[in-house]
């Protein structure tokens, strides 16, 4: 039977010769990830259930980005607890602050995936993966417990929708722009269960950022997994950052999938999600004034060094609107380190942003940037929910780099052709 890319991944950890979708399998584990909120619920019930070790001390991963560097007491016993869980157990890669990033864009920059690889982490965007050709989902954290003590996890093989990509992006438009668009035409809901499947010309012409990007916002849409086809850019990305070869799977030309959707990427403008869900898009050109009260540059889903750049080219010899407060947090410690090699960090600070060590902080409301009462801010974050990033009455507007950017300058939603 033809499978599609992510159910003959599946296969081959299971052990099968072919899955369908909809079959319940027991499938082997190549990374369980957590980080400082997730892996102490998790740590709780590998205790509980009386495992002594966990099955493999290099593929069991923990990273403290959430609450750190910590913001009170409860977040210090959180990362207290994993850092000595790690410890006794011998866990290999244990990320603290001074050495971690934001979670999903450290592992790929560790090498710690690789294509054809099937992880699962305590985080919900733990789909970003799928840019590296590998199989990645979201588990709660009784699941990663699992995970850590047996190196194995039951899934329901998902059924698959095919976006097909052709031409280029214009200037100015990311993998922000392109997963936006997507999510503002099938819905939060559109892809339940089921996994997104990107392939056609157009993903050449894709860098390896606006995958992780991409894969990293399926969850938003309701998707099990988001996963691209392994090319030359994945296989060099890949060997760049570990010595684990990368595995291969491709899917069959006759495989079947539930829709088809062609998307062309020369036809995509600046797009923004409006509260309070990542499917109320309209592009700039769409857009009346909106004045905001705060920016966020970063996260896992856009604080990679080319997001970083892209920001940083645009407010170089600007300044930040005066009633307008704007952070810049680099994903990880090596982004951070090559930013301000390269100047970018100055430019930032010269134009009146803060910039910050990585943190998960203000996309959660957790610390860092959170919203007072009635605030708008302008994010490169995933997610718009109400109180995502404070007050229940803020309002959190979701934007590429590029747009956040220039945002930040006007004091209002606003893409660089504005300038």
Not at 196 to 221: H, K, P, Q, W, Y
Not at 362 to 379: N, T
Request: with cysteine; glycine share 8%; charged share 25%.
């Amino acid at each position: 039977m033809a499978m599609t890319m992510t159910q003959k991944i599946l296969a081959a950890h299971a052990g099968m010769d072919k899955v369908e979708a909809g079959e319940l399998i027991l499938v082997n584990l190549d990374r369980v990830l957590g980080n400082d909120i997730t892996s102490p619920v998790a740590i709780r019930e590998f205790n509980n259930m009386g495992a002594t070790e966990v099955y493999d001390k290099e593929k069991v991963t923990m990273v403290m980005d959430h609450f750190a560097p910590n913001k009170d007491i409860k977040a210090a016993i959180q990362c207290k607890m994993c850092r000595d869980f790690c410890r006794e157990k011998e866990v290999v890669n244990f990320y603290d602050v001074g050495d971690m990033g934001i979670e999903h864009a450290l592992l790929p920059e560790k090498g710690l995936v690789v294509s054809g690889d099937v992880v699962i982490g305590a985080d919900s965007h733990t789909c970003t993966y799928g840019a590296l050709g590998a199989f990645s989902t979201g588990v709660g954290s009784t699941d990663m417990a699992c995970g850590m003590a047996i190196g194995k996890a039951w899934f329901k093989v998902p059924s698959a929708i095919k976006f097909n990509l052709t031409g280029k992006l214009p200037p100015h438009i990311s993998g922000k722009d392109v997963i936006l668009h997507i999510i503002g035409k099938i819905g939060v809901d559109g892809a339940l269960y089921r996994s997104m499947e990107f392939s056609g010309e157009g993903v050449s012409e894709l860098s390896i950022t606006d995958r992780l990007t991409i894969c990293n916002m399926a969850i938003e849409a309701g998707a099990k997994n988001g996963i691209f086809p392994v090319d030359e850019k994945t296989v060099e990305y890949v060997k760049a950052h570990s010595d684990r070869e990368p595995v291969v799977y491709t899917a069959d030309d006759d495989a079947v999938y539930d829709e088809v959707y062609d998307i062309d990427l020369s036809t995509i403008r600046p797009t923004v999600a409006f509260p309070h869900l990542p499917e109320n898009t309209k592009t700039t050109d769409e857009i009346d004034e909106v004045k905001i009260d705060q920016v966020v540059i970063g996260s896992c889903t856009n604080g990679y060094y080319e997001n970083i750049k892209e920001a940083a080219d645009i407010i170089r010899g600007h300044k930040v609107a005066r009633d307008v407060r704007c952070i810049v947090i680099p994903a990880t410690q090596e982004i951070y380190l090559r930013a301000m090699r390269e100047g970018l960090l100055a430019d930032f600070i010269e134009a009146g942003c803060a910039v910050s060590t990585p943190t998960c902080g203000p996309c959660l409301g957790g610390h860092m940037g959170i919203l007072a009462p009635g605030e708008r801010a302008v994010a490169t974050t995933n997610r718009n929910f109400v109180g995502r990033m404070g007050d229940p009455t803020s309002e959190v507007y979701l934007a590429s780099p590029a747009v956040a950017a220039a945002s930040a300058i006007l004091g209002r939603i606003a893409s660089p052709d504005q300038l």
